[in-house]
């Protein structure tokens, strides 16, 4: 069965204190591995898409890495506008649906 | 990226009554949508997939007499809740694949629903 496990549920961290999230999966036949950010009462943004182990994605202070298992997204020198709930989604072969995580939810302090 | 609406972004009900949520891709034509419930502090859950010209198929327990939805056109889906009651009310999100090689899915920015 496909399955998304993120990593930790909850982290509160310092400005500039860097960290990663964890998205672990069970999926037949990976299409695809989807970040997600979702700030309170409202859809989710697109952050990024990885294909196959060793692709790596970065955008501003992020950076998502991907393994046959798992992926991390590493957030370097956080600030408090980055504090939201993470995402992570699989897409398996022969469907458009996704399997969503639970999410962490990020905290940055000033 | 590529945009997704959704309308209304907020509604109030009585019990008994129906609500329509509309969700369009305003960039990009999409024959394949879909339909999402969050509850506070949850991830997404998948209700239905809806589908440019024909049925929407709907996830195990989802009630397709309850939450009934149509895909008139390219860019448009809607949702509409019958006779809803205040166990209805959550958070619905829809989202669209962009068409392009990723397929990435585009999520709308969600509609509250609150039913009295």
């Known amino acids: 069965e496909d399955q998304v496990t993120q990593s930790p549920e909850a982290l509160r961290l310092q400005e500039g204190e860097s960290s990663s999230l964890n998205c672990s999966y069970t999926?037949?036949?990976?299409?695809?591995l989807f970040w997600y950010r979702q700030d309170p009462g409202k859809g989710p943004e697109f952050l990024f898409t990885?294909?196959?182990a060793g692709e790596e994605k970065e955008k501003e202070r992020l950076k998502a890495t991907l393994t046959k298992k798992e992926s991390f997204l590493h957030i370097t020198a956080p600030k408090p506008e980055d504090s939201a709930t993470y995402l992570c989604?699989?897409?398996?072969?022969?469907?458009?649906?996704?399997?969503f995580g639970t999410g962490t939810r990020l905290k940055v302090l000033a | 990226g590529a945009v997704v609406s959704q309308h209304p972004s907020r509604v109030i009900c009585k019990s008994g009554t129906s609500v329509k949520i509309e969700c369009r891709s305003l960039?990009?034509?999409?024959?394949?949508m879909f339909w999402y419930r969050q509850f506070p502090k949850q991830s997404l859950m998948l209700m239905a997939t809806?589908?440019?010209?024909?049925?929407?198929?709907?996830e195990q327990g989802v009630e397709k007499d309850k939450f009934l939805i149509n895909h008139a056109s390219l860019t448009l889906s809607t949702l509409t809740v019958t006779s809803a009651h205040p166990e209805d009310s959550s958070f619905y999100i829809c989202?669209?694949?962009?068409?392009?090689?990723?397929?990435?899915?585009?999520f709308g920015p969600g509609t509250r629903l609150t039913v009295l």
């Open positions: 989202s669209a694949p962009s068409g392009s090689r990723t397929d990435t899915q585009y």
């Open positions: 999926v037949s036949g990976l299409r695809g």
């Open positions: 990885l294909y196959s």
């Open positions: 989604a699989v897409r398996g072969s022969g469907t458009y649906k996704y399997i």
């Open positions: 960039d990009f034509q999409a024959t394949t």
């Open positions: 809806s589908n440019e010209g024909s049925k929407a198929t709907y």
